[in-house]
């Protein structure tokens, strides 16, 4: 072999690691995040709960339609991971918005917002969120739904609720946090009007309202049978939301019940409708428009999604609030 073919094989060889190199670099590089910092927040579709507004008022049952989803995890997106305050100001951008988040403890028992008890599918992490202290989980960096590394970082839970006051309301769900965690966490943060709680049981629900009487709560109340429980609960329907399934019942009278008693439906279609979507199933979210209208026809007055930047738009773009809800969109027509 010449020096010539040694030096052009040495050159490929050079060439070839360098691409490698880049290749991998180019992997591992973070999706910077369009939002928090860098978004005009003017521009946020914001619901004005506050001291002259409260959550009961919005979320109460009228014959007028409400122009809001629940974003299952804030609505996670690629570039936008679950439970994440960049994801929550994406979503507001398209839509109006109650944030279904998921609570954890930590090691030293500080409350984080993320879905899995595992870190491995949404974080650069390993391990169990709980076996982890709050200062090695903001280490970690966040994944969006692709799996991409971003520059975002787990939330904690008093993160969340100074980011939503004033923009949009927090649900929270239990995970590892129980009722009298959540309820304190809400209480000590004066934050009443805009945070509310999934309770799971009917005794849940009563330990709340005994602890603090101005909570909301949304409740599982999938059927007659159940309503007629939780009538005998004695706590107050103004401070439910009653969740009735991802497959709405049948019953027409059920959503009467409810709506008798002040209180909204809500359904989900993160199990069903949503994974048409997201699959591929089919073309685009429009074509299943008859199929989401036909939810709201039923009786549903909130739909949990995982795709709230699609279905708001499909759903409300056309949006006229009237009446005392009104006060709470103020970016919308009257």
């Not at 026809?297 to 499909?314: A, F």
Request: net charge negative.
């Amino acid at each position: 072999m010449t020096y010539r073919h040694i030096s052009r094989s040495l050159a490929c060889q050079v060439i070839f690691s360098i691409a490698i190199i880049w290749a991998g670099q180019l992997e591992a590089q973070p999706i910077p995040p369009d939002a928090v910092a860098g978004v005009d927040t003017r521009s946020l579709k914001k619901l004005n709960v506050g001291d002259a507004a409260s959550l009961p008022d919005l979320l109460h049952y009228s014959d007028q339609p409400l122009p809001i989803v629940s974003a299952h995890r804030g609505g996670p997106m690629v570039g936008y991971p679950e439970n994440c305050l960049a994801t929550f100001e994406h979503t507001l951008l398209h839509t109006y918005a109650l944030m279904e988040v998921d609570p954890r403890l930590t090691k030293d028992g500080q409350i984080v917002l993320h879905h899995d008890a595992r870190l491995e599918r949404t974080t650069t992490g390993t391990g169990l969120v709980a076996q982890r202290t709050l200062a090695e989980l903001q280490r970690l960096q966040l994944k969006d739904s692709a799996g991409h590394i971003t520059n975002n970082s787990i939330p904690t839970l008093d993160e969340a609720i100074q980011w939503a006051r004033g923009k949009a309301i927090l649900v929270l769900d239990q995970k590892d946090v129980p009722i009298e965690m959540r309820v304190k966490a809400i209480t000590e943060r004066q934050a009443e009007r805009h945070v509310m709680v999934i309770v799971y049981s009917f005794k849940d629900a009563k330990k709340c309202y005994e602890l603090n009487n101005r909570i909301m709560m949304e409740v599982m109340v999938p059927n007659q049978e159940q309503l007629q429980l939780f009538d005998e609960t004695g706590v107050s329907w103004k401070n439910v939301v009653a969740f009735v399934g991802h497959d709405p019942p049948t019953d027409p009278s059920l959503f009467d019940e409810i709506h008798k008693r002040g209180s909204l439906c809500m359904a989900g279609t993160s199990r069903n409708l949503d994974r048409q979507v997201l699959a591929g199933a089919v073309p685009s979210i429009e074509k299943l428009h008859d199929e989401y209208k036909q939810l709201l026809s039923v009786g549903v007055n909130l739909i949990e999604t995982d795709i709230p930047t699609q279905l708001g738009p499909l759903l409300f773009e056309q949006a006229v609030v009237v009446g005392p809800a009104s006060r709470f969109f103020a970016t919308l027509p009257r």
